[in-house]
């Protein structure tokens, strides 16, 4: 069972300054669209940014995924997606868009790193 929101609103907006993905920790740039969750849960009011390529894994469980019924909370979509396709013993999909999304951060993080001292004497 699942606690829902007294209130719920939720839209794709675009940013105006950054943000932090929920469930990825990317930084969402000023600029880009993301999905804005706002909401009343046990009467305190939160909100949550995530960015699309995980707005759109998200909906893509929430299609997909037998046992999805409220879903993860904010912030547990990966530990989620990855328990049930353990579950699964690998049979979902779910294993490649994960795979892929982690490919994606890792490359997201590794553009906004500082270079080591190899990189940048050139070794």
Same mark, same amino acid.
């Given at each position: 069972m699942c606690d829902l929101p007294t209130l719920y609103s939720e839209r794709d907006v675009r940013?105006?300054?950054?943000?932090?993905?929920?469930?990825? +920790?990317?930084? *969402?740039?000023?600029?880009?669209t =993301?999905? +804005?969750?706002?909401? /009343?849960?046990?009467? +305190? %009011?939160? &909100? =949550?940014?995530?960015? &699309?390529?995980?707005?759109? %894994?998200? !909906?893509? *469980?929430?299609q997909m995924m037998p046992s999805y019924e409220c879903g993860p909370t904010f912030g547990d979509l990966y530990q989620y997606a990855t328990d049930e396709w353990r579950e699964s013993r690998g049979k979902l999909s779910v294993g490649r868009r994960l795979?892929? /999304?982690?490919?994606? !951060?890792?490359?997201?993080?590794?553009?906004?790193?500082?270079?080591?001292?190899?990189? +940048?004497?050139? /070794?």
């Open positions: 940013a105006r300054k950054q943000h932090r993905c929920c469930e990825c +920790r990317i930084s *969402i740039k000023a600029g880009e =993301y999905s +804005r969750v706002e909401g /009343l849960w046990d009467g +305190r %009011f939160s &909100t =949550y940014k995530t960015c &699309t390529p995980c707005a759109e %894994f998200r !909906n893509w *469980i929430a795979v892929a /999304l982690r490919r994606r !951060n890792r490359q997201a993080v590794a553009e906004h790193a500082e270079p080591t001292p190899r990189q +940048r004497d050139g /070794l």
